[in-house]
């Protein structure tokens, strides 16, 4: 199973962009879905969250502004970014749990780059 990021690239501040996260190569379905974000100064940190059944959880720092969504059919996960902030510049990585095994599989990052 490989999950393919897309839809990053480079915005003014107070623009939007919508990531997608598809799955591919194995017929696979996953409980929690997630959108991860890094930059070369910090670690890694979890952005949102969304569960098989859609329950939401966010980052103080994009509450208001990010939305996550999946679409189950696809084995897709989505991430609305509006007003954003140079300081949402990072790569962006998608990460999805197999609903039965323990297994967490990761994207290959997608690049977010916020100009003020």
């Known amino acids: 199973v490989q999950l393919q990021a897309s839809g990053g690239g480079s915005v003014q501040a107070g623009g939007s962009l919508r990531l997608s996260c598809a799955a591919s190569?194995?017929?696979?379905?996953?409980?929690?879905m997630r959108w991860y974000r890094q930059t070369p100064e910090k670690e890694r940190e979890l952005v949102a969250e969304?569960?098989?059944?859609?329950?939401?959880n966010y980052a103080d720092s994009v509450k208001g502004r990010f939305t996550i969504s999946r679409d189950n059919a696809k084995n897709m996960v989505f991430l609305q970014m509006n007003i954003l902030k140079p300081e949402d510049t990072a790569v962006y990585y998608c990460?999805?749990?197999?609903?039965?095994?323990?297994?967490?599989?990761w994207g290959q990052g997608t690049q977010v780059t916020v100009s003020s």
């Open positions: 990460n999805a749990d197999h609903i039965y095994y323990a297994r967490t599989y």
């Open positions: 190569g194995s017929t696979v379905s996953f409980s929690n």
């Open positions: 969304i569960t098989s059944g859609g329950l939401t």
